[in-house]
């Protein structure tokens, strides 16, 4: 069965530092994304990508985060200077165009990643 | 109303009894919702879709109630393996880009 892969599994990083976080999504999905999950709390949306640009971005999602597709197969996330409260599960999902899914079901189901421990110290 | 509210939990149940959750909801235009699966520090994994009144696929049934706008997960003859954090998701708005979460329901199935 097709998977998200996600790396590295944990990062263990000093605050202020620059984290990057790659996801290799599904090939023939065209939707990306990244959400995240503080310990104890909610997934969060952080950001979706489509046709190489940002389609839509959540409050979370401040200058300090980038995303970018560089070579066709890997998304990466990018904190530039990781604070304290980075810390936290972060996944990507795709998912396949509605128009290609093979039925209504499918058109909305994300993939997620097994997702990337980031603890900022 | 919170967007995607759940009981919290823990639901500790015996093996083999029937368990339901709800999810309530305060966008009334939402037209699809999900149930996924956590289990502990691992990625969700979608359970079921709901774009109607409801869906069945085994021992799990979803029903969805729109006049009050809550959803429910039943899961018949329980086994040690459901035990895990039920998620209800929800699209926000009509474009599914973006998935609002609920805090999920914490269940232990026991022996």
């Known amino acids: 069965e097709p998977e998200v892969t996600q790396t590295p599994s944990h990062q263990v990083t000093q605050m202020g530092q620059e984290v990057i976080l790659r996801c290799v999504p599904i090939s023939n999905h065209l939707y990306f994304y990244w959400y995240r999950q503080i310990l104890g709390q909610k997934v969060e949306f952080l950001v979706s990508?489509?046709?190489?640009?940002?389609?839509?971005k959540s409050e979370i999602f401040d200058d300090q985060f980038s995303v970018e597709r560089p070579d066709g197969s890997n998304f990466t996330l990018k904190i530039r200077s990781t604070k304290l409260e980075d810390s936290a599960m972060y996944f990507c999902?795709?998912?396949?165009?509605?128009?290609?899914?093979?039925?209504?079901?499918?058109?909305?189901?994300?993939?997620f990643g097994a997702g990337s421990r980031l603890t900022v110290l | 109303r919170k967007e995607v509210e759940q009981d919290p939990g823990p639901f500790n149940v015996p093996e083999g009894a029937t368990v339901a959750f709800n999810c309530t909801y305060s966008n009334s235009a939402s037209q699809s919702f999900f149930w996924y699966r956590q289990d502990c520090r691992k990625e969700p994994k979608l359970l079921m879709s709901?774009?109607?009144?409801?869906n069945e696929d085994g021992r799990f049934t979803a029903q969805l109630n729109r006049a009050s706008q809550y959803i429910s997960l039943l899961i018949r003859d329980s086994k040690l393996s459901d035990s895990a954090t039920y998620l209800c998701?929800?699209?926000?708005?009509?474009?599914?880009?973006?998935?609002?979460w609920g805090l999920g329901t914490s269940l232990a199935v026991n022996p």
């Open positions: 990508f489509y046709n190489n640009e940002i389609s839509e």
């Open positions: 998701v929800l699209p926000e708005g009509g474009n599914n880009r973006k998935l609002i």
């Open positions: 709901v774009y109607s009144s409801g």
């Open positions: 999902a795709s998912r396949v165009p509605s128009g290609r899914a093979s039925s209504i079901s499918g058109a909305n189901v994300l993939t």
